[in-house]
T-cell receptor, first 110, second 119 residues
Framework: RKEVEQDPGPFNVPEGATVAFNCTYSNSASQSFFWYRQDCRKEPKLLMSVYSSGNEDGRFTAQLNRASQYISLLIRDSKLSDSATYLCVVNLHNDYKLSFGAGTTVTVRA | GAVVSQHPSRVICKSGTSVKIECRSLDFQATTMFWYRQFPKQSLMLMATSNEGSKATYEQGVEKDKFLINHASLTLSTLTVTSAHPEDSSFYIC???????????????FGPGTRLTVL
């Protein structure tokens, strides 16, 4: 089992649609979770941290399900500019090392 | 926000040559920087942790004699790929954190990456 696993997609959605996807992680004791966005051939950029109670940032909502060991990202009212690869990032062992999923590709079409 | 730069952004070299990649924190000091490698359609993999003034810590399976890391100042870490071969062709990315980078909640800021192609 991979330590951080994501559905690679691609998720092809029309503008205005809602898209959601999950990421599972292997260590139930993990405490820190993040979603990063990576555009083609560019560096990852922090989208949002994921808090235990779930959190929202504009059109983006992140949730944590500790019992099932996954985090999720939901994008509402998709924009063309949301097209990117979304990386699930977990601090698996609560040290300073980040573990990355391979990414979920989202393509928003006009 | 915190800015991390890398140079060069792209390099093409012949097999057997050495390539040096620089990572700089532009508006903060970084005692710790991280070097990652990303192959196409794969996740970022941590290669090593660069520590200012001391030896780097390498992840399992990463050859320290092949990937030389020097962190001589609080704003600069360098990664040298020695005797590069085609299988070293990859996207190399560094990261650093204004809050140190060694706490689990520290936000990492990534450099723009260096795309290395070894012919």
């Amino acid at each position: 089992r991979k330590e951080v696993e994501q559905d690679p997609g691609p998720f092809n959605v029309p503008e205005g649609a809602t898209v959601a996807f999950n990421c599972t992680y292997s260590n139930s004791a993990s405490q820190s979770f993040f979603w990063y966005r990576q555009d083609c051939r560019k560096e990852p950029k922090l989208l949002m941290s994921v808090y235990s109670s779930g959190n929202e940032d504009g059109r983006f909502t992140a949730q944590l399900n500790r019992a099932s060991q996954y985090i999720s990202l939901l994008i509402r009212d998709s924009k063309l500019s949301d097209s990117a690869t979304y990386l699930c990032v977990v601090n698996l062992h609560n040290d300073y090392k980040l573990s990355f999923g391979a990414g979920t590709t989202v393509t928003v079409r006009a | 926000g915190a800015v991390v730069s890398q140079h060069p952004s792209r390099v093409i070299c012949k097999s057997g040559t050495s390539v040096k990649i620089e990572c700089r924190s532009l508006d903060f000091q970084a005692t710790t920087m991280f070097w990652y490698r990303q192959f196409p359609k794969q996740s970022l993999m941590l290669m090593a942790t660069s520590n200012e003034g001391s030896k780097a810590t390498y992840e399992q399976g990463v050859e320290k004699d092949k990937f030389l890391i020097n962190h001589a100042s609080l704003t600069l870490s360098t990664l040298t790929v020695t005797s590069a071969h085609p299988e070293d062709s990859s996207f190399y990315i560094c990261s650093a954190s204004p809050s140190g980078g060694t706490a689990s909640t520290d936000t990492q800021y990534f450099g723009p990456g260096t795309r290395l192609t070894v012919l």
